[in-house]
């Protein structure tokens, strides 16, 4: 008898982020509590749920912007250390998320400097990373207009002059030119309208693949989530209630919370 | 040649919460095997659970109870326990699953949309629109349509850029779910030989055809799901290889 001759494939991918048993309460289920889970190379990771359900929290504590009052974070660092997020520095957690790390707010004003040009929001992140060639900072800056499909003409503009689509995309050039390992995205689509909406999510389809990027992404909005995430994490008053593979949750969700929440938009 | 699939005791329910709790038992019991370079078709009638099938395999819907095996040179792997990480690289290269509908993605072109699969493997982009662009006027998709996304297509036409993207990633195992239904007999003829092709190369299939003609020339074998939702396949006849 012939065996089975197909190879089998590489299945595992090494762990980035690693979530155990985290807690942020800011009142009796206000805020995120007893989150366990792992993030993996090249994921995106979707986190849904209703408004005041403990995305925001999450990420947060997640980011290393906000100290869970219980469990711990461990981050698996491009030199291969293992680190604790909130055992270490504050100076070293600010150094991650300018070096290693992307983080892109739902309000552009949140991660842009509204009064510099445009290049020179581009530019800051490879500065912090010792670029100081200006001919390379600016041909960067040109390039990732282009990337974002922001006319590099504008280059010297400040980004109080730009439209709301093109600031959410500045901020998105920004933060993806020093190429980060793991980007934080919380409701990058969220106040835009529609056709925007979509130009954007396809924009941040195509980098994802294109830069291999591990990201996580809060929305409230399940086509989005369906579009940009690989798994998800549905929370519900401060827990996560139900979490797998994306189509998984969506077509065939098994918690009540998730079917109410999937029943009620037309087509996610 | 030995499986390159094994199902065996599947059972399949929904529980609608927002229904008080109300089950929905849709599968009892189902077992199969399917060997590289067979074509399986599902048969039985509408709502009987065969696509329910299909998305069990590609990790869509969860099992109740049962397994799902596939079977790699070092051995088998399990995929009711599967961690959902793991999904995502077992899709990109091994299971591949041709939907009833193509689900569009807004601004992505048609002949993007069909090189996806590819460049998801890290291919290069020219080769990845040569291939897709070969599939998308062998399936007739007039060349004026593909640079534009899919979601102003007819049904027709979008399924063709579904069943393109589908065969593109000569995924070893291939789930179609009616990839022929809104077709006109040319087409039909195209998928058909798509299908002979896949065959020959070792593809392992699972189909659903309501097209009687379609379905004879492409099924090595049948599996009815009959009404008592209990599956009941038709036995290999233990070919020796
Ligand atoms: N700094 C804070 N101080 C007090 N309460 C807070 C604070 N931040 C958040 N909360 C509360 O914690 C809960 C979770 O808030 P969070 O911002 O995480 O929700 P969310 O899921 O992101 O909601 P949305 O979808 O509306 O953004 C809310 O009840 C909120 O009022
Ligand atoms: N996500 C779901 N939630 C609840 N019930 C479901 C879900 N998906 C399928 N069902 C039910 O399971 C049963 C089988 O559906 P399925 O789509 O598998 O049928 P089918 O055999 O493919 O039918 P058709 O030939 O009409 O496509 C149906 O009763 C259907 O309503
Ligand atoms: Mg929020
Ligand atoms: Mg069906």
Known sequence: MNRSVLPRPDLERPALLDVHNVSRLYGPDKGCQEINFRLHAGEVLGIVGESGSGKSTLLRVLAGLEAPDAGHVAYHSANDDTLDLYAISEA????????????????????????????????????ALGQRHYGQLRAAGQDWMGQVELDPGRIDDAPRTFSGGMQQRLQIARTLVTRPRLVFMDEPTGGLDVSVQARLLDMIRTLVRQLGLSVVLVTHDLAVARLLSHRLLVMRRSRVVEAGLTDQILDDPQHAYTQLLVSSVLTP | MNALLTVENLHKGFVLHGQGGTALEVMHDLSLELRAGECLVLAGRSGIGKSTLLKMLYGNYLARRGSIRLHFSDGPLELTDLPAHAWHPLRRDVIGYVSQFLRVVPRVSAVEVVMEPLLARGADAWDARTKAE??????????????????????????????????????????????TASLDAANRAEVV?????????????????????????????????????MAKTTHFPGQPS
């Open chain 1, 92 to 127: 070293r957690r600010r150094a991650l998320l300018r070096l290693e790390w992307g983080l892109i707010h739902q309000n552009p004003r949140d991660g842009l400097r509204m009064g510099v040009s445009a290049g020179a929001n581009i530019g800051e992140r490879l500065m």
């Open chain 2, 134 to 179: 070969t599939l998308l006027s062998r399936l007739n998709l007039p060349e004026r349509l593909w640079q534009l996304p899919p979601g102003t297509f007819s049904g027709g036409e979008q399924q063709r850029v579904n069943i393109a993207r589908g065969f593109i990633g000569e995924h070893p195992l291939l789930l179609l779910d009616e990839p």
């Open chain 2, 193 to 229: 030989a798509l299908i002979h092709e896949a065959k020959a190369r070792g593809t392992a299939m699972l189909g659903i055809f309501h097209d009687e003609d379609v379905r004879s020339q492409v099924a090595d074998r049948l599996l009815p799901l009959d009404d008592h939702l």
